[in-house]
C-alpha cells in the first residue's frame, strides 16, 4: 500500500537528503552515491534577478571579462550563481543562474542587474562590477565596487536590492552594524592595525577578527551577547610568526568549524580561533583563493600565479596539483562533491565553458607527485636505527651556521604524517618531531617508521676503532691501504645498538672526523668489523638525495550510521539520547603498529552545550573504535560539530575526516498524529459511506463554498476558511457584512472553477487547514458530542510513541468558535521540548441547537406569550368577566345584521 505524502508547495529552503544506493549482481557489488534536491521551492529560482540578457549581448560581453565569482545554494548545490568581474571600456553587474550544476548544456541564464540595483541611474553606480557574491537561504548578498546590495526575502518573488554601508548583519540582513566595538578607540589604540577579515561562528556565538600590521599578524577573539559584539576578549588574542608576512583572508570550512587564515601559509583551528596550528608555508607564493568541498572535503588552494595545491579539511598536509592553464576560471563542486572549472567561451550558446578539474587539459601537472616546498630543506641526515622498524632522522646544521639557516634546516611539525623518501629507493613515514638544541649539530629529528629498506652504501672493507673528544667522533681505519675519501664527507655509519657517525672531514687516508648522534651510546676503543655497521647516505645532490612526500593513506573512517557518509546531521530535541559509533581501520603492518596509541582526535565546536561520553577502545581485530553518548539535558539551543580525524591520515586517504554535527533543536520530521476513534478505508472515504456502531452515517460531504457558523449566528460566518471551494459557484450565507469582508480562498485564490484549483487526493483528504479549499468530506457526528476521544502520537524518524504528560497541549478551534470545552485538565510542565507540535482534526456536528442569538430569541419570545395567556386567564377569573359570553354574542350580532341585509335585497 503507498504511503499519502502531503507535498508542501511553499517557497522555501529544504536540506538535501544524501543517498547511498548498493546493488549486487553475483558476487559484485556496486555503490553510487546522490543526493535529492526540491529545486520547485528554491526561493532563488522564483525570482528574476534582473533583466535577461540574449546570447549576442553576453557574447559581446566575454572578452571583457576579468574574474569569475560563484556561490551555491547552502541547501541545493546544483542551484548556483555565477558574477562576472569586468574591466576596460565594459562595466556592469551581470549575474548568471544554473539550477542543475552546469551538467546540462546551456542552461545558465544571464542578467544585467544594474538596473535593479541603480534605480536612479547612479553614474557611479551603473559602472559598478561585482567583488563578492554570496547566496543564503533567503537572501542574495551581492558586493561591488562601490558597495555593498542585500535583496529582500528571496521567498517572495519580485523582490529588490537594496544598498547597505555597515558592516554585518543577520539574516534578514536589514540591521547592519559595525564588526568592532568602540571603533574610535580601536583606532586610537591600534592605528596601524588592519582589519583583513571578520567571521562569525555561529556554534561559539562569536565573532572572529583578522588583524594585520607592518610587523605581524594576529587574531582576536571577542563574546556575542543579543548579536553584538562585546569589548572583552573570548580567549587571549594569537599571534602568527613574523614570516606569514602577506595575510590575504579567513574562511570556514563549511560544515565544520575548521577555520583557515591563509596567505603566503596557511593554518588551521580546530577551537574556534582559539590556537592555530601551521598546514602549509608557500615562503613567497601567496594564496589568494580556497576552494572547499562539502560533501568530499577536498580544498584547493590557488596562489596568484595560478599554482593550484590540494588538502583536505582537518588534516595538515598538502600536495601540489600544478599550475592552471586557464587564466579566468572559478571552482565549482555541485552537490555530490564532483569537481568542475568554470570558465567563459563564445563558443557556447550560454558562454559557459566546463572542464574537468586537474587533469592535462586544464592543469600543467608536477613533475614529482606530491612534493612541496616546504617539505624539503637542503642538508644532510644521519639515520638512527632503534629497532627494526623504528628510526630516527637527525637534520644535520653545520657549526658555523647563520640563525636564519639553523631556523630553515630542521624538522617541523607539519611533516608529521609524510613521508620521507631516498632518491634512489627506500622510504619511511615519519611520526614524530623532536628538538634537542643541546645536541651539537642536530638541534631537530625526526621519528619515523620504516616502510621500505633504504639503499645501502658499498665502501671497500675496513674495521673502525673509535676515540671520543667532545662531541667529534674519530673513526681510525687499522688497514694499510688508505680507505677513507673525500666522498664519504656527509655519509652516515650505523652501527646497530649504539649511535650513529656521520662524517663531516676527513682527516688523512685513515681517519674521519664525525659527529654523534647518541653521544652516550659510543662505542669506544672496540673495533667493530665491517659486518656489524652500514655506510647511508642522505645527502643534497641528485643521486644520493631525499625528499619529503605525502604519505600513502593506511587508515580508513567508517561509522554505524551511513557508511558511504562524510558529514551526519542529528538533532536532539530536549532530554533525547544519541549513540553514534566510529571505527578507524589501519593497513599498517602488525610488527609495526603501536596499539597504546590513540588514533583518532576528536575536537567538539562548542563543548558546553551538550553532555558527551566518550568510550575508546581496540577491538578483536585491532582497529581502534571509539563510541559516544550524546545527551541533551540543558534548555539551549544552538549547534556544534564534533569532528573526528585520524591524526596520521594524509591528502590521499579517501575519508581521513568525518563531522558528525548535532543541533540542539527540533528536527524538521518530528510531528504529532491525530488519531481517529474509527479506522476508514480509503474506499469508504472515496465513497462518503461509513457506519459507526449505531448505524450512523459519520461521513459528511460538505456544501460547495461551506463556511462554518460564528457565534452571531448560523446565517453569519465570519472565518476566512473556505471548505469545498468552487470560485464558479456562489458563495451561500455571504449576506452580512462581516460574512462580505471575511472569507479568503487559498489555492483556489484568482481560478474561476474548482478544476483549476488543481487540488490532490491527499489534499482533499487533509486534516490541515492550509488546505481547506480542497477538503470535501469530514467526519460527522450527531449532538451533543461528549467526550470525544482524542488519542496523539509523536512520530520522530521511525519511531512513533503516544503523547503523555509532561507534554503542554493547548487546543484552539481554528474557525474561531467557543462552543467546546475540556473535559479534562493537562499537566503543565515547562521545557519538555524544543518543538511546535500542531495536529489537526475536523469533525461536523449534526442536529446542533441553533447558536445565540436564535434559541435566547425563541425562548423569551415563548416565555412572553406563556405569560400572557396565563394573565389573561388569571385577569378573567378575577373580575368575574364572561368573555366567552361576549364574544359568542358579538358574533350572533354579526350574523342578524347580515340576515337582515340579504331579505332586503331579496325583496328588491
Not at 662531541?471 to 681510525?476: D, I, K, N, R, Y
Request: proline share 5%; charged share 20%.
Amino acid at each position: 500500500m503507498g504511503k499519502i505524502v502531503i507535498v508542501a508547495q511553499d517557497i522555501a529552503p529544504v536540506e538535501e537528503w544524501f543517498v547511498s544506493i548498493t546493488l549486487q549482481e553475483g558476487l559484485d557489488i556496486y555503490t553510487t552515491e546522490g543526493t535529492i534536491l526540491d529545486l520547485i521551492r528554491e526561493p532563488i529560482l522564483q525570482w528574476v534577478i534582473g533583466k535577461p540578457m540574449k546570447n549576442h549581448e553576453m557574447k559581446k560581453l566575454v572578452p571583457y571579462v576579468i574574474g569569475i565569482k560563484l556561490t551555491k545554494c547552502p541547501c541545493a548545490n546544483d542551484v548556483a550563481l555565477i558574477g562576472l568581474t569586468t574591466g576596460g571600456s565594459i562595466s556592469g553587474i551581470y549575474i548568471g543562474l544554473t539550477h542543475s550544476g552546469f551538467w546540462e548544456d546551456s542552461d545558465t541564464v544571464w542578467f544585467d542587474v544594474k538596473n535593479g540595483i541603480c534605480p536612479y541611474n547612479d553614474e557611479e553606480c551603473m559602472i559598478s562590477t561585482v567583488v563578492g557574491i554570496v547566496l543564503t537561504n533567503y537572501h542574495l548578498v551581492l558586493l561591488t565596487s562601490v558597495g555593498l546590495y542585500i535583496s529582500t526575502d528571496l521567498r517572495y518573488p519580485n523582490g529588490t536590492l537594496m544598498l547597505a554601508t555597515c558592516f554585518y548583519s543577520f539574516a534578514p540582513f536589514d540591521d547592519w552594524k559595525s564588526c568592532i566595538p568602540n571603533p574610535r578607540e580601536r583606532r586610537r589604540r591600534k592605528g596601524e592595525a588592519q582589519l583583513i577579515s571578520f567571521l562569525v561562528d555561529i556554534e561559539m556565538k562569536s565573532g572572529i577578527y583578522l588583524f594585520s600590521t607592518k610587523i605581524h599578524s594576529f587574531v582576536v577573539v571577542r563574546k556575542f551577547i543579543n548579536k553584538s559584539p562585546r569589548p572583552e576578549l573570548l580567549f587571549p588574542s594569537f599571534s602568527f610568526p613574523s614570516d606569514f608576512h602577506t595575510v590575504v583572508g579567513m574562511v570556514f570550512h563549511p560544515g565544520t568549524h575548521f577555520l583557515y587564515v591563509f596567505g603566503n601559509q596557511v593554518w588551521i583551528s580546530y577551537d574556534g580561533a582559539n590556537t592555530f596550528e601551521i598546514v602549509a608555508n608557500f615562503f613567497d607564493e601567496v594564496i589568494i583563493e580556497t576552494y572547499h568541498s562539502f560533501h568530499t572535503l577536498d580544498i584547493i588552494f590557488l596562489s596568484q600565479t595560478l599554482q593550484l595545491y590540494f588538502s583536505k579539511a582537518g588534516v595538515k598536509s598538502y600536495y601540489k596539483i600544478g599550475r592552471s592553464r586557464i587564466i579566468i576560471f572559478d571552482l565549482y563542486y555541485d552537490h555530490v562533491g564532483t569537481d568542475t572549472i568554470i570558465s567563459l567561451s563564445k563558443k557556447t550558446e550560454d558562454c559557459i565553458d566546463i572542464f574537468s578539474a586537474f587533469d592535462n587539459t586544464t592543469v600543467i601537472q608536477v613533475g614529482k607527485k606530491n612534493v612541496n616546498e616546504d617539505n624539503e630543506f637542503d642538508t644532510v641526515l644521519a639515520p638512527q636505527y632503534i629497532t627494526a622498524y623504528e628510526l630516527v632522522f637527525f637534520a644535520y646544521v653545520p657549526l658555523n651556521a647563520t640563525k636564519k639557516m639553523k631556523k630553515d634546516l630542521r624538522f617541523y611539525p607539519r611533516h608529521i604524517g609524510r613521508k620521507l623518501q631516498l632518491n634512489s629507493y627506500g622510504n619511511a613515514d615519519i611520526t614524530k618531531i623532536m628538538y634537542h638544541e643541546d645536541l651539537v649539530g642536530f638541534p631537530s629529528s625526526a621519528a619515523a617508521t620504516l616502510e621500505e629498506p633504504f639503499a645501502v652504501e658499498f665502501p671497500s672493507d675496513f674495521s673502525f676503532s673509535f676515540f671520543l673528544s667532545f662531541f667529534l667522533s674519530f673513526a681510525e681505519s687499522r688497514n694499510e691501504t688508505p680507505v677513507f675519501r673525500n666522498t664519504d664527507i656527509m655519509k652516515t655509519v650505523v652501527i646497530p645498538g649504539y649511535s650513529s657517525l656521520l662524517i663531516v672531514e676527513i682527516l688523512n687516508g685513515s681517519m674521519a672526523l664525525a659527529l654523534a648522534t647518541m653521544p652516550m651510546n659510543v662505542f669506544l676503543l672496540k673495533k667493530i668489523p665491517s659486518t656489524q655497521w652500514f655506510l647511508y647516505k642522505f645527502g643534497v645532490s641528485n643521486d644520493s638525495g631525499w625528499f619529503i612526500t605525502s604519505s600513502s593513506c593506511k587508515h580508513a573512517l567508517i561509522h554505524d550510521d551511513i557508511n558511504t557518509g562524510r558529514n551526519i546531521i542529528k538533532y536532539l530535541d530536549l532530554g533525547d539520547t544519541f549513540h553514534f559509533q566510529i571505527k578507524v581501520l589501519s593497513s599498517v603492518s602488525y610488527n609495526t603498529r603501536v596499539t597504546t596509541t590513540p588514533l583518532l582526535k576528536i575536537i567538539t565546536g562548542q563543548p558546553f552545550l551538550l553532555d558527551i561520553i566518550t568510550h575508546a577502545y581496540w577491538d578483536e581485530t585491532d582497529n581502534y573504535v571509539v563510541e559516544l553518548d550524546i545527551l541533551n539535558r540543558y534548555l539551549r539551543k544552538g549547534i556544534t560539530s564534533i569532528a573526528f580525524i585520524i591524526w596520521q591520515a594524509t591528502t590521499d586517504c579517501d575519508t581521513s575526516t568525518i563531522t558528525l554535527k548535532v543541533k540542539s533543536s527540533c528536527c524538521y520530521n518530528k510531528h504529532i498524529k491525530f488519531l481517529h476513534k474509527y479506522k476508514i478505508s480509503l474506499d469508504n472515504w472515496e465513497e462518503g459511506e461509513y457506519q459507526d456502531e449505531h448505524g450512523y452515517n459519520i461521513i459528511k460531504t460538505l456544501p460547495i463554498n461551506y463556511r462554518p457558523p460564528s457565534s452571531l449566528g448560523i446565517a453569519i460566518p465570519t472565518t476566512d476558511n473556505f471548505y469545498h471551494a468552487d470560485p464558479s459557484k456562489p458563495k451561500p450565507r455571504n449576506y452580512h457584512p462581516l460574512s462580505k469582508k471575511s472569507g479568503k480562498y487559498k489555492k483556489c485564490l484568482n481560478k474561476t472553477s474548482r478544476k483549476d484549483c488543481n487540488c490532490t487526493t491527499e489534499e482533499k483528504m487533509s486534516q490541515n487547514i492550509a488546505f481547506s479549499d480542497c477538503i470535501e468530506k469530514v467526519l460527522r457526528f450527531l449532538y451533543p458530542v461528549n467526550q470525544y476521544p482524542i488519542f496523539l502520537d509523536i512520530k520522530d524518524g521511525d519511531f512513533l510513541v503516544p503523547m503523555e504528560p509532561p507534554y503542554l497541549i493547548t487546543i484552539s478551534e481554528v474557525n474561531n468558535r467557543k462552543n467546546w470545552k475540556l473535559s479534562k485538565t493537562l499537566k503543565v510542565v515547562p521545557g519538555v521540548t524544543f518543538c511546535k507540535l500542531v495536529a489537526e482534526f475536523q469533525i461536523y456536528v449534526d442536529h446542533a441547537p441553533l447558536p445565540f442569538p436564535g434559541r435566547v430569541l425563541i425562548a423569551s419570545i415563548t416565555t412572553v406569550l406563556i405569560g400572557g395567556i396565563i394573565l389573561s386567564v388569571f385577569m378573567v377569573e378575577l373580575f368575574d368577566i364572561h368573555i366567552w359570553l361576549k364574544i359568542k354574542n358579538l358574533i350572533l350580532r354579526k350574523n342578524k345584521v347580515a340576515a337582515s341585509s340579504s331579505s332586503v335585497n331579496i325583496r328588491r
